[in-house]
């Protein structure tokens, strides 16, 4: 075979475009990966999928059960009640086929019911407040109207209650839900009584969501994260705080721990905080902290699916090996795991990220920070295995911040930052109310009738 003889310069050059070669190969692989990305395996939203979301895949582990109810499970139906507002007596026609006579059985009868309501209508109270003299002194007194009949004409607490419950708990713009008052109860009223309306809540519920606040402040754990919200056409952070029985919002410019401590809760607590790893939780360090470990589980999807790093399967497995354990032993009436286990786990965490050094030296950054994350971070990833009370993941929060999110999708985001203020503490205010097993309808009466701390505290904290 023929040798072909080039140049020192021509050699150099060969090296040079070599390297660049490889150089772009990888960058190629880099940015495929990162177009692989999605909500499944990285923190992305949903809503940043595309339509091209490719099918659904999930960490669940399949049961093997069919579809459907399964076997033995009681179904769920509608119940009579013992109290029917009316009765109608059905008999059967008088004549039989035969010419004789029907006997009806009045203790024999087969009972259906049938629930409606009733057209809606609107009361309209007018009060006559009578002056009277006294016969002695011929002083003149004036009878006193009730707090609510302020006005020559307004709306009672009904109504301030049904328009903050559709305009701030069912998200319905305020436009529209002029009309359902006007289509349903005949009542013109304006949009801007629907925004007064949430001002007035927004006021009220001053001191007591100053005592939710205090109610987060005294737990053992409570869930935290922050959103992206669009207020006044410029990027606000709608911030949650919560517990299992309470929920705290605030709207703010910032992000991070400027407006955390506006919020008024994480200076003051001393529990465990469950976040998603921003930086800004950290700088309280009063607290533990515990990582929602369902953004590891993506984290450590993509690295191994899209980047092939091993040891993010093995890291994954470990995870939810842990959970399972976790789990189980809660079941049991356990509070924690054996010492011996938690030793085992926390070898295995650590040979896992030991082992993976050899094969990130050379890959893209993203596996490198994952390891050094993970290794910085061991006790607050596994900080789920330490304390029965820490959820291995932030869903609460997650769950607390969704339908706040929806109502920027609804409405595009919110005019001013005083209604953005007011939607987020009147929310928290009807979330802690759901979470607590109270009325919705009888807390929103309770605002507007100067009553909503007693209703949600009816003991002092």
């Known amino acids: 075979m023929k040798m072909i003889q080039i140049s020192e310069q021509e050699y150099e050059e060969y090296k040079t475009m070599r390297a660049v070669i490889v150089e772009l190969t990888e960058k190629i692989k880099e940015l495929e990966a990162k177009l692989n990305k999605n909500s499944k395996n990285s923190n992305k939203p949903p809503s940043s999928d595309g339509p091209r979301k490719g099918s659904v895949k999930n960490s669940r582990i399949k049961s093997g059960k069919p579809q459907g109810g399964q076997l033995g499970h009681i179904g769920v139906t509608k119940s009579l009640t013992s109290e029917p507002d009316e009765i109608v007596k059905l008999e059967p026609q008088t004549k039989c ?268 950054v993203e596996p490198r920070r994952m390891v050094k994350r993970m290794s910085k971070y061991e006790q607050e990833t596994l900080m789920f295995m330490y304390d029965f009370s820490v959820p291995f993941t932030n869903n609460l929060a997650e769950r607390d911040i969704r339908m706040p999110k929806a109502k920027q999708k609804i409405s595009g985001g919110f005019r001013s930052e005083e209604g953005a203020k007011s939607f987020a503490r009147i929310r928290g205010f009807i979330s802690t109310v759901k979470k607590k097993g109270k009325n919705v309808l009888d807390g929103l009466n309770a605002i507007f009738e100067g009553n909503a701390t007693g209703f949600l505290y009816p003991d002092p904290l």
């Open 97 to 364: 086929e035969c010419g004789g006579d029907i006997v009806v059985q009045t203790e024999n009868f087969t009972v259906r019911q049938v629930t409606d309501i009733e057209p809606i209508s609107k009361i309209v109270v007018e009060y006559h407040a009578h002056d009277g003299e006294c016969d002695r002194c011929g002083k003149l007194h004036k009878a006193s109207f009730p707090e609510r009949a302020d006005s020559t004409s307004t709306y009672g607490e009904n109504i301030h209650a049904l328009a903050t419950y559709f305009n701030h708990y069912q998200l319905i713009p305020v436009k529209r839900t002029t009309e359902i008052f006007n289509d349903i109860f005949g009542i013109n009223i304006s949009q801007g009584t629907v925004y007064s309306i949430g001002v007035e809540a927004y006021c009220n519920l001053e001191d007591t969501e100053k005592q939710t606040k205090q109610e987060l402040i005294k737990s053992n754990v409570v869930n935290y994260d922050e959103s992206g919200m669009r207020v006044s056409g410029k990027n606000y952070w709608l911030h949650s705080a919560g517990t299992e029985l309470a929920t705290v919002y605030s709207i703010h410019e910032k992000r991070g721990r400027e407006a955390m401590d506006d919020m008024g809760i994480l200076p003051f607590f001393r529990g465990t905080a469950i976040h998603d790893h921003l930086m800004s939780y950290y700088q309280y360090d009063q607290c533990a902290h515990g990582e929602c470990n369902e953004h590891h589980l993506r984290h450590l999807k993509f690295l191994f699916e899209d980047l092939n790093c091993v040891w993010a399967g093995a890291m994954a497995c470990l995870l939810l090996r842990i959970k399972r354990h976790v789990d189980l032993s809660k079941a049991y009436g356990a509070d924690r795991l054996e010492q011996t286990d938690i030793e085992i786990y926390e070898n295995t965490y650590r040979k896992i990220l030991e082992e993976s050094y050899e094969d990130v030296s050379q890959a893209p």
